[in-house]
């Protein structure tokens, strides 16, 4: 029920995830990708304060690869085949795009923003994709607080089930030292 409220509610957060990518993983990694994704839509079903999920771009490759997932067809989620830039177009002002290559830090979640989660598994081989694509399509950037809450023993990347797992503690306890604990240890300083 909290769920169907999430998707229909003015007030939720509206997280995005980008399936533009497809291209530009191997089979494997959109194998990842899928798997995370259920990991997000498990993890938002299960939330007390859900978010409306939306998953962009299943036109592309990453609309077979979904379709694979036993139970998606039941998803409770928006299943879009364009990309977010046309889906979104009437509120792209409202846009923000996280990235770890942003230089804006976010410091809160507003529900008249949508926010964009690159859905790309890569092993880092595609630096800065999805600040450039936010570039060159006039979207806001903004990336975690992670720096000014903790000491990192490696990049600030993270997967997308990690950063949409951030958001849901984040929206439920309001403290990001307290929603960035879903940091893997490794990658802790």
Request: a negative charge.
């Amino acid at each position: 029920k909290r769920l169907r409220e999430a998707q229909s509610s003015d007030k939720s957060n509206t997280i995005i995830i980008d399936l533009e990518f497809g291209q530009l993983m191997t089979e494997s990694e959109k194998r990842s990708l899928a798997h995370q994704l259920n990991y997000c839509y498990s993890n938002n079903s299960k939330s007390e304060k859900p978010c409306k999920l939306v998953l962009c771009g299943l036109k592309d490759v990453m609309g077979q690869e979904m379709s694979n997932l036993s139970g998606f067809e039941n998803w409770i989620v928006g299943k879009e085949e364009e990309g977010h830039n046309d889906v979104m177009s009437e509120r792209k002002q409202d846009l923000v795009y996280l990235t770890a290559d942003s230089e804006n830090v976010i410091e809160k979640f507003e529900p008249s923003k949508a926010y964009i989660i690159g859905g790309i598994v890569d092993r880092n081989r595609h630096k800065n994709v999805c600040y450039e694509k936010a570039k060159s399509q006039n979207i806001a950037t903004a990336r975690l607080p992670i720096l000014e809450h903790m000491s990192m023993n490696s990049s600030c990347v993270l997967t997308t089930n990690c950063v949409f797992s951030i958001i849901l503690k984040f929206q439920e306890c309001g403290d990001w030292v307290d929603a960035l604990s879903h940091i893997p240890g490794r990658k802790c300083g």
